[in-house]
């Protein structure tokens, strides 16, 4: 029996295989051939229950026309042979559904497969990206330490430039005879004669916007020499 059950799982399997086959002839042999199989199998079966049965009880001998004529051997044929039937057309259904769809999970696996390697090609060039502006920002750092260091020496420079100019104008009135205080009387003298004669010769608003001017050069000299 358990042999039996192998048997008609190949023939669902040989229904199928059969089906895409474009003669038709190998069908029907293989219909014919899986009714004698279950027939075989059917009358084996009566034969052991008969036997069976004449073991408990007193019941006539055996014969081969026993079994055409017990309705247990037509329910277990046709039961057989409709199972192998609906075995062997489901069989059927799933492998062509699956065939179907087969196309759909080849293209799933390769849009997979694009995916991933799309995905490692994004990591290697945010990686790269990331080393390139890593690398940028280490110049930047570099140039603006560089130029402002370059900036702060050049101003160091031009400050000790205007500090020695000061220097050496405060010994060059000093050594002319001239002191700090009498410069500032004669330019404020000068200033005060050269405003009037603008006030004369200006109108008001004029006047007093150059005579401010005038002020502020004044007093950007003094700063300039150190006369604050």
Sequence with gaps: LLS???????????LYWFSHSRGSVWHY?????????????AYEI???IHFSQSIVTDSQEWSFRMAFQDAEFYIILFAG??????WGLLLKYVLEE???ILPAISGIKRRRAEIGRLEQEIRE????FGEKIQGLAQKADEIEQREVGFFVHALEQNEARINSLREKLRNHLQSSGSSAQSL?????SFLTGWCKSIHGAR?????????????KVVNHFYQTIGLN
Excluded: P
């Design 125 to 128: 060039a945010q990686e790269q």
């Design 29 to 41: 042999v293989l219909y014919a051939f899986t009714f004698l199989f279950d027939a075989f199998l």
């Design 4 to 14: 039996g059950s192998f048997v008609f799982i190949t023939l669902g399997f040989l």
């Design 98 to 100: 699956f065939h179907k």
């Design 184 to 188: 500032r009387v004669h330019i404020t």
């Design 46 to 48: 009566v034969q052991k």
């Design 81 to 86: 042979f409709g199972i192998y039937l609906a």
């Design 203 to 215: 109108q008001e608003e004029e006047a007093k916007a150059m005579v401010a001017e005038c002020h």
